[in-house]
Every structure is written in structure tokens, then in C-alpha cells.
């Protein structure tokens, strides 16, 4: 099932320079969006959160949701050599249960 | 900050063993997931767990898997008789509200 479309990368960029990340979804009745971090072998650790449409910033990070295009982004500015990891986009539908449907994830690499 | 725990953290076994993958959830959330990631592929939803019992599972989560939260504390997921397939790193979740899914380290399950 391809509910959630994310390009795996490798991404590679200067420190310094802004990263941006994007997925696609098909199924309109997700309401929550998330931005994951994975350092290899690791579990992944919560970034950002955004519900339903509309931007949301926190220090560099800046996550917008677009639910009339159905899809989402993460901006990371100026960005560091300690941001290499993996990005994984999430979402899920209004219901309680609380189902994650996850992207691929984006492997990023931020060289000095 | 509290963490969810994993246990083992690398587990090994005979194709037709019985494994049993261990988590202490965060003490007050009230929901329960495993996911599992098989290498280079995306983190894949299991299983949720709600008010001691499966409130959702996937297709993936057949009659060879199992969970239970015996004494309160700790949250198992058992696999009954191990497939090469199922050679993949597991993460076990728990959430408190909308956002706050927290994920434990994984136990990379290899099955020769």
C-alpha cells in the first residue's frame, strides 16, 4: 500500500545551507502529521507535529502541511553536521487508535 | 525524560523457534504498538494495544503473533514459530494524547 510517498535520498548539503523534506499521501482522512528522526539502529524520535493544515515552527525546524495538495514538508535551517540522520514522515487518521503510517525516510547528510 | 525499554536488544534464533520480544512502556500511557522495520524498508504498524486488549492490527500481524501486557508494566510481543521473513527490527511505542507516541530502541530480530 502506497498511502505515504517519501523520496529516500541520499540527501547531501553544506552545513549551513536549508534542507527541505517532503512527503505525499493519498488518504484524505489523515489529521496528523509528524516529522521523526532515526539515527541508524535507533527508534525513531519525534521532531515536529502539525494537525490538519497550516505551518508550524520550532527553532530551525519549520513543518507545513498542505492537506488540499496532500502533502507535507520539513524545513531544517542552517543546517548542522549533527542532523544527519534519517527523516521519517508519519501520519495518521482522526480516530483515537492512533495508527502511524509512515514514509520511507529520507537519509540526510550535512557535511562540514 | 522517560523512555521506553527494549529487550533483548539483538536476538537471534533457529527458523521455527518461538521468540518473545520484550518492552516496559512509559508508566502512564495508555496506549500500546509494535512496529517493525525490515532493512531499507519502511517502519511498518504491527499492532495496538488498548485497555488490555488489541484494539487494531495489521495485515502482517497473523496468528503466529501474539501480545500481551501481563503484569501491568511489561508489554511482549511473541512470535510463535520464526520465519526468515521475519528477520527485522522491532519497535515497541507507547503514546499519551495526540502526538506523544514515544519508541523504544528495537530489538533486531535475526532469524537463520
Known amino acids: 500500500q502506497k498511502e505515504v510517498e517519501q523520496d529516500p535520498g541520499p540527501l547531501s548539503v553544506p552545513e549551513g545551507a536549508i534542507v527541505s523534506l517532503n512527503c505525499t499521501y493519498s488518504n484524505s482522512a489523515f489529521q496528523y502529521f509528524m516529522w521523526y528522526r532515526q539515527y541508524s539502529r535507533k527508534g525513531p524520535e519525534l521532531l515536529m507535529y502539525t494537525y490538519s493544515s497550516g505551518n508550524k515552527e520550532d527553532g530551525r525546524f519549520t513543518a507545513q502541511v498542505d492537506k488540499s495538495s496532500k502533502y507535507i514538508s520539513l524545513f531544517i535551517r542552517d543546517s548542522q553536521p549533527s542532523d544527519s540522520a534519517t527523516y521519517l514522515c508519519a501520519m495518521r487518521r482522526g480516530s483515537t487508535l492512533g495508527r502511524l503510517y509512515f514514509g520511507r525516510g529520507t537519509q540526510l547528510t550535512v557535511w562540514p | 525524560e522517560p523512555e521506553v525499554t527494549q529487550t533483548p536488544s539483538h536476538q537471534v534464533t533457529q527458523m521455527g523457534q518461538e521468540v518473545i520480544l520484550r518492552c516496559v512502556p512509559i508508566s502512564n500511557h495508555l496506549y500500546f504498538y509494535w512496529y517493525r522495520q525490515i532493512l531499507g524498508q519502511k517502519v511498518e504498524f504491527l499492532v495496538s494495544?488498548?485497555?488490555?486488549?488489541?484494539?487494531?492490527k495489521s495485515e502482517i500481524f497473523d496468528d503466529q503473533f501474539s501480545v500481551e501486557r501481563p503484569d501491568g508494566s511489561n508489554f511482549t510481543l511473541k512470535i510463535r514459530s520464526t520465519k526468515l521473513e521475519d528477520s527485522a527490527m522491532y519497535f515497541c511505542?507507547?503514546?499519551?494524547?495526540?502526538?506523544?507516541?514515544?519508541f523504544g530502541s528495537g530489538t533486531r530480530l535475526t532469524v537463520v
Open positions: 494495544f488498548y485497555n488490555n486488549e488489541i484494539s487494531e
Open positions: 511505542a507507547s503514546r499519551k494524547g495526540d502526538y506523544g507516541y514515544t
